[in-house]
């Protein structure tokens, strides 16, 4: 039974993730990913600011939403940016194309205030 959740639970996540890229890319929706691996002590401090983002925001007039991406489930996604250390926090821009590449203080008030500059 424990499996069979885990299972579940694993293919919510895989659609909530595709069907956050497919509704931002027809939306003008941005995305701030904060990809991660659960061995990590860094993305595991990071862990609980990324959250207290939410899951959506207006940020400089522009829809942002926020996703958090296993790099242990999703490999490929983490492969697709280009991340080589964890935590990486990238915005997109509403086609998938890379904006910016965070590397500030891992606290909200500092991804915002970044968010802000590079969406105005």
Known sequence: MKKIIQVFLFTLLALNIINAK?????SGTYSFNFYYVDFSPQCKSATPEFIRLGSNQ???GKEVVFTRISCDQ??????????TTYPTFVLLDPTGKIVAKYEGARKAEAMIAFLNQVLQ
């Open 22 to 26: 497919v509704s931002a890319a027809n």
């Open 74 to 83: 999703y490999p490929q996604k983490a492969k697709e940016v280009g991340v």
């Open 58 to 60: 207006t940020i400089g």
